[in-house]
T-cell receptor
């Protein structure tokens, strides 16, 4: 089955510092990978996706992600964190065994402190 | 464009009752998917509809069902509610099944 893992339950970073939220994947074939963010009492907001092409993907709100095939990773990054980036971040992979359903990681809570 | 809308936003039911949740996709989107989010199990895929047909179903009991109408709006129904059905139910729409899914704000269901 296609799956992703987010090894960190929580990431703490100071405002202005770079942030990284980690994601590794396990898939057969080429992975379709996504990052979503969830603010309290809200749904998921799409940040970015990797289908094919450049390994560095740029997305919304200054976020980017680097696809690394040899390390089977798709880490989310931002050069300078904002307090407003504090939220729950989900990595997801498209599971072609279930049509086009998304398989999500457990989520990583990002806390950016002033 | 308006985003995905879900109604109601909050719902309280008792065990044994049934519930119907509604989802209106982004205009022009024909695929609607449903997910359940709980603290213990995380985000789990329920089912996906495209052009009024269920294309895929996740690993949930038959108490969970859904449908899609000709205007792409979708409903999901849970019968004989159990305490464990308490969750945030998220609807996502996409242009087609293969396109990026955009999520609504969710319906928070509490079963007492």
């Amino acid at each position: 089955a296609q799956s992703v893992a987010q090894p960190e339950d929580q990431v703490n970073v100071a405002e202005g510092n770079p942030l990284t939220v980690k994601c590794t994947y396990s898939v057969s074939g080429n992975p379709y990978l996504f990052w979503y963010v969830q603010y309290p009492n809200r749904g998921l907001q799409f940040l970015l996706k990797y289908i094919t092409g450049d390994n560095l993907v740029k997305g919304s709100y200054g976020f980017e992600a680097e696809f690394n095939k040899s390390q089977t990773s798709f880490h989310l990054k931002k050069p300078s964190a904002l307090v407003s980036d504090s939220a729950l971040y989900f990595c997801a992979v498209r599971d072609f065994n279930s049509g086009y359903a998304l398989n999500f990681g457990k989520g990583t809570s990002l806390l950016v402190t002033p | 464009k308006a985003g995905v809308t879900q109604t109601p936003r909050y719902l309280i039911k008792t065990r044994g009752q049934q519930v119907t949740l509604s989802c209106s996709p982004i205009s022009g989107h024909r695929s609607v998917s449903w997910y359940q989010q709980t603290p213990g199990q995380g985000l789990q895929f329920l089912f996906e509809y495209f052009s009024e047909t269920q294309r895929n179903k996740g690993n949930f009991p038959g108490r969970f069902s859904g449908r899609q109408f000709s205007n792409s709006r979708s409903e999901m129904n849970v019968s004989t509610l159990e305490l464990g059905d308490s969750a945030l139910y998220l609807c996502a729409s996409s242009l087609t099944s293969a396109e990026t899914q955009y999520f609504g704000p969710g319906t928070r269901l509490l079963v007492l």
